[in-house]
């Protein structure tokens, strides 16, 4: 006999309530299925994969019913009270609240303070539902979306004029096609790396996570996926139309973003290697203040590439139509901040020098001028701060593990005691936990790892583990660690071979509408309950998340009752799930799918 509190006793009396659930949730997933939809134009075979391996069987052994609050498994139909979300107006279409041009205009442009975040003010805030442009289809499957974009997504030609001699982009018909040129490897990316490749060990795993600034369209990010190297780039929307926008159309990780006057939103020692290619970056100048914040972020060990002026400038000054006194005085301050922070230079052959940092400080030796030291005690508290003309400690660095190996193992940022409170144990356990967590959204939705989601974003990564469950050549995954977390893990995360970024979901994020095509939120609106509006994070959500994309929330019961009852006005279709370990946890799930509309269009795909 079945008793109370133990439910999974009477999991053979099904009646008829259990039978109507089975068939209503079957019928949910083949609308998911013909939601989600992928390739050039509005729907291909993939989509339905989702309504082909819906597990009715699986979905079967869920509890539905009432738990906790009376919330979980609500029907979609009950009555509530839900408020509509208007789209916004079309000329916000590409919307990047604390990147908007018009704000940037009002504040200094010295040391490119106007290009850095100045998000609006409450007062100012849209509260409405940004559209996407007539024609929008979901991008074409990696690795096609790398050398194509539909034009429908980011209808802007200047750079196809501008960069045309460069190799850049070019358009053809009703699509975009990158070549995988760029300014200073007109050949290719191909033939680029693998000269980078002679001097970096960029085939065995041991270079994995790569910083490129000024990233242009990101072509140089995007050949390194054939290395599995997997780089964030990095540019500001300037004149430069939709450079970001363009990189993450072609599924490839970009930020907007300047070296300023704030630091950059990653921890020390995160990246192996660092790169510049004609990015237009004054690396001399300020006393070599943006060179001793990119070795801030590069790892002991890790390398730095600087392509084109002022390397080599005897033989280019004319081509670069620069005087010969401005590149020789540029380049010599380039090489004494070098040698200031102890990086070796290994290689410098036509415009390209690489330099390489001192795995620890007994590799420099005597210096006739000493490095000023940053005080902080806290390296990787960086949200707002003010860059300093110093040179930031390095972090305990144990040996280098190639990826994937690095992916799996305890890392030393853990093991040394770095990051407080944290122990191998935790870590461990954290680690298994995510993989039975993301088998399970796998059984729901089936085409997770199908390559329908490229751009993946994990909005609390904590330790990386969704990310590290979710491995796959397929996808990449942005893990996001907010800035009022208990624990500052993003170093973690870069260790383990994956990418990440600070902030604060108080805030807009750094990219164009329409970039992420999942995003998973573990405990975010508990998380910000105290700090922010829940309906502000929910707005932001929608607006960087595609057309048809997908959004897994994992939270508590209450806290995804409210996020359910604010979704229902923005356009988006939700389902309710118990957690894998039944319904007593009061833990749920909440899967949502956001519908196909566009600019002037009042009605949504079903």
């Not at 290009?115 to 007539?134: D, G, S, V």
């Amino acid at each position: 006999m079945a008793t109370k509190g133990n439910p999974g006793d009477n999991r053979n009396n099904k009646g008829p309530l259990s039978i109507f659930i089975v068939v209503a949730l079957c019928g949910f997933f083949y609308i998911l299925g013909l939601w989600q939809r992928s390739g050039f134009g509005k729907g291909d075979s993939i989509a339905v994969e989702i309504t082909k391996h819906t597990d009715c069987s699986v979905l079967s052994d869920l509890n539905y019913e009432t738990h906790h609050d009376n919330d979980a498994g609500t029907p979609d139909d009950v009555d509530e009270q839900v408020k509509e979300f208007k789209p916004c107006d079309d000329s916000y279409i590409d919307y990047t609240p604390c990147h908007d041009q018009a704000r940037a205009m009002t504040f200094p442009r010295e040391n490119m303070n106007y290009r850095e975040r100045h998000c609006p003010p409450e007062e100012e805030k849209l509260h409405c539902l940004i559209a996407a442009p007539k024609g929008y289809s979901t991008p074409f499957p990696w690795p096609k979306s790398r050398d194509y974009v539909p034009f429908a997504n980011a209808p802007y030609k200047s750079l196809t004029v501008e960069k045309a001699v460069q190799n850049w982009i070019q358009y053809e018909g009703n699509v975009f096609r990158f070549p995988g040129g760029g300014t200073q490897f007109p050949q290719g990316a191909d033939a680029y790396i693998n000269q980078l490749a002679s001097v970096i060990p960029l085939d065995n795993g041991m270079i994995r996570t790569a910083l490129d600034t000024g990233c242009g369209v990101a072509s140089w990010g995007a050949y390194l996926f054939k290395k599995n190297v997997i780089a964030m780039s990095i540019a500001p929307r300037d004149s430069h139309e939709a450079q970001v926008q363009f990189a993450l159309e072609r599924g490839v990780p970009a930020i907007i973003g300047v070296l300023g006057t704030i630091m950059l939103p990653f921890p020390s020692g995160a990246f192996d290697m660092a790169h510049c290619s004609r990015c237009l970056i004054p690396w001399g100048a300020n006393g070599g203040l943006y060179m001793k914040e990119v070795d801030r972020v590069l790892r002991p060990g890790g390398y730095w590439i600087l392509s084109g002026p002022p390397i080599n400038w005897k033989n280019n000054f004319r081509a670069w139509q620069r005087p010969e006194n401005e590149l020789e005085e540029e380049q010599r301050q380039i090489e004494n901040t070098a040698k200031l922070l102890c990086w070796e230079k290994k290689h410098e052959k036509g415009e390209i020098a690489i330099w390489r940092k001192a795995l620890n400080i007994d590799e420099c030796g005597e210096q006739n001028t000493q490095p000023t030291i940053c005080e902080s005690s806290n390296s990787d508290d960086v949200w707002y701060k003010k860059m300093d003309n110093c040179v930031t400690p390095a972090k305990p660095s144990g040996a280098w593990k190639p990826f994937p190996e690095r992916l799996n193992v305890v890392p030393t940022r853990i093991t040394s005691g770095s990051v407080p409170h944290v122990s191998t144990q935790l870590f461990e356990d954290d680690s298994r936990l995510w993989k039975k967590h993301v088998n399970a959204y796998k059984r729901v939705n089936k085409i997770i790892d199908s390559g329908r989601y490229r751009n993946v974003m994990d909005m609390n990564a904590g330790f990386g583990s969704f990310a590290a469950a979710l491995d796959s050549p397929k996808l990449w995954v942005m893990n996001v660690v907010p800035t009022i977390a208990e624990k500052a893990t993003l170093g973690v995360v870069f260790e383990r071979g994956l990418i990440g970024i600070y902030h604060d979901w108080c805030e807009a994020f750094s990219t164009y509408p329409r970039t992420y095509d999942l995003i998973h939120a573990n405990g975010v609106f508990t998380l910000y309950k105290n700090a922010c509006n829940a309906e502000d994070i929910l707005l932001e959500m929608d607006r960087i998340l595609r057309p048809e994309g997908a959004v897994i929330f994992r939270d508590q019961v209450g806290v995804l009752k409210q996020v359910k009852r604010i979704a229902k006005g923005m356009r988006w279709n939700t389902k309710m799930v118990d957690h894998e370990d039944g319904p007593l946890i009061s833990e749920k799930v909440l899967y949502a799918v956001k519908r196909y509309w566009v600019a002037g269009d009042n009605t949504t795909s079903t």
